[in-house]
């Protein structure tokens, strides 16, 4: 019943991870000629409505502004993305009026306005690839969830485990992930718009207006946090994100390593594809050249995460250093390409059972479960239990002996050796039964009984929970991008309807 249900969830996780990634349209370029394109629309608008700019203007202002807009949108054409650049293409097309549109308007606040948009739908492309990889993780989790093999601490073996509860715990890292990304994202999504350069303006600019119209849920309240404070947390805090996310890759990159440099690993990457590739001097050796490209991107984002803290860091409020869209939008970018990366040596894993198996029975890492036995079972304290336990793998490493060959009787010999002073007796109290399970790797994996241990109907429930994270987790990006769409598309309606107003007018 527990490998149908595994089974059927990897099958279920696999096929929404494929329709995400099929779904996953690019974001049109909405850089920052684009913003600065919404933002005059949004103004022109608005302002009309509160009777800020003459009526009778408007349609002529409209039509020179999508002219600019149509200008921009053409191959190879030239998308300037500063205030300054970008205004005197409208005065070209529109006539010296259309700078009414700059009443209680800074390009220090309209900037600030296009970086946190532009930093909000990285942060949503940054999502769906933390969640792509995810569902990766989770579907490989639900596949090996009875594979058992061999955790390390301190870069040494030291327990069996379930490869899938492993990989879980890898997913479960990702998901505080995405709730940082979720928690930065409301504190992005809030508009600056209307407070020009730190104090506000004399102008009775309607703020909520301009914040709904360009898909912000909110404002950023204070006028002098809107420029200068919060425009440079932003992007020290998605460097959090991406550093985080960064340092995750190039965790698992390096326990894959430590495995794949064995002369035989129980896990490798399948061969052809990009995967691996030969030596060029030694035929013998197929170099993991994917581990090896998935953790310099790791180091990549990591490099570029470190940025926005250095720019920070020694600059009076306000200041440009930390706010560059390109090195912002790039440093997301290397999460995400970190991210992709991981999801390709997921899918290209190639994982021995049999050897992971046999590489636990050649070693004692499932020694601690004779004290443990000992102390649920016959209430021996634990540390009398772990001294014994001590000895009996000290004597198999110096006499070249295997968990599964160790002998019943030798173990019996160094218990009571052990615990000759022992006001427990000296008598192994454990059967020779109860002896070979306490070392039997998959025995032990099956018998946990802690929440969140690796136990089959716990594995099971946790599966099925990380599935509905995931699912929670798209629906929420989803969300997200159908908010800000809508209310783009609402504010072209409204904008449309006074260009098309100029056109009948020069047609009049």
């Known amino acids: ?26 974001v049109q370029q909405r850089d920052p000629f684009y ?12 302002n009309t409505d509160q009777g800020l700019l003459d009526k009778s203007m408007a349609p002529r202002l409209a039509a020179g502004l999508a002219k600019v807009l149509e200008a921009g949108a053409q191959p190879g054409a030239r998308r300037p993305s500063t205030v300054i650049s970008f205004e005197p293409l409208l005065i070209k097309a529109a006539g010296e009026d259309v700078t009414l549109l700059h009443a209680g308007r800074s390009s220090q606040d309209m900037h600030a306005t296009y970086r946190s948009a532009i930093l909000r739908d990285k942060l949503l492309e940054l999502a769906d690839q933390l969640n792509q990889t995810s569902a990766t993780l989770v579907a490989l989790a639900g596949r090996h969830a009875a594979t058992i093999v061999p955790n390390y601490t301190n870069g040494v073996a030291a327990q069996p485990n379930s490869y899938g509860h492993y990989l879980l715990g890898q997913a479960a890292g990702l998901l505080r992930d995405a709730q940082r990304i979720r928690e930065a994202y409301v504190r992005i999504d809030r508009s600056p718009m209307g407070t020009t350069v730190l104090n506000g303006t004399s102008w009775p600019l309607d703020r909520e207006r301009m914040a709904r119209y360009l898909g912000f849920e909110a404002l950023v309240e204070n006028a002098y946090d809107a420029a200068q404070i919060s425009s440079m947390d932003q992007p020290v805090e998605v460097a959090s994100i991406v550093a985080s996310i960064a340092l995750r890759t190039g965790n698992f990159v390096e326990d894959v390593m430590t495995q ?3 002369s035989r ?12 590739y030969v030596s060029s001097a030694m035929p013998q050796k197929r170099n993991p050249g994917l581990l ?20 920070t860091h020694n600059i009076t409020p306000g200041m440009s250093d930390p706010k560059d869209v390109k090195q912002n939008s790039a440093m997301v970018d ?29 070693d004692w890492t499932a020694s601690q479960e ?3 036995l000992l102390m649920r079972k016959y209430k021996l304290p634990f540390r009398d239990g772990h001294h014994f336990a001590s000895e009996v793998v000290a004597h198999a490493k110096t006499h070249g002996i295997k968990p599964l060959d160790f002998p019943y009787a030798e173990a019996r010999r160094i218990y009571a050796e052990a615990q000759k002073d022992s006001k427990y007796g000296t008598e192994l109290p454990m059967s020779e039964a109860e002896f070979r399970a306490a070392l ?32 929670e987790q798209d629906a929420w990006i989803k969300t997200r991008r159908l908010h800000i769409q809508q209310a783009l598309d609402g504010l072209d309606r409204q904008f449309d309807v006074i260009v098309s107003s100029a056109a009948q007018q020069a047609a009049n």
């Open 1 to 26: 019943m527990f490998t149908r249900l595994v089974l059927a969830l990897a099958l279920v996780l696999t096929a929404a991870c494929a329709t995400a990634q099929t779904e996953s349209k690019p």
């Open 35 to 46: 913003w600065l394109g919404e933002i005059n629309k949004a103004t022109l608008v608005i």
């Open 260 to 262: 794949y440099a064995q």
């Open 265 to 276: 690993p129980w896990i490798l990457l399948e061969e052809g594809g990009g995967n691996t």
């Open 292 to 311: 090896n490209d998935t953790r310099s991107d790791a180091s990549t984002a990591l490099t570029l995460a470190m940025g926005p803290l250095l720019q």
């Open 334 to 362: 290397s999460g995400i390409a970190a991210l992709k990366r991981w999801d390709r040596v997921l899918k290209a894993l190639v994982i021995s059972p049999d050897r992971a198996l046999e590489e636990l029975n050649s």
């Open 370 to 372: 004779l004290a443990d």
């Open 440 to 471: 039997d790797p998959v025995a032990i994996v099956n018998s946990r009984a802690t929440i969140g241990g690796p136990q089959p109907a716990e594995m099971a429930r946790m599966l099925k929970d990380a599935g509905a994270r995931l699912a």
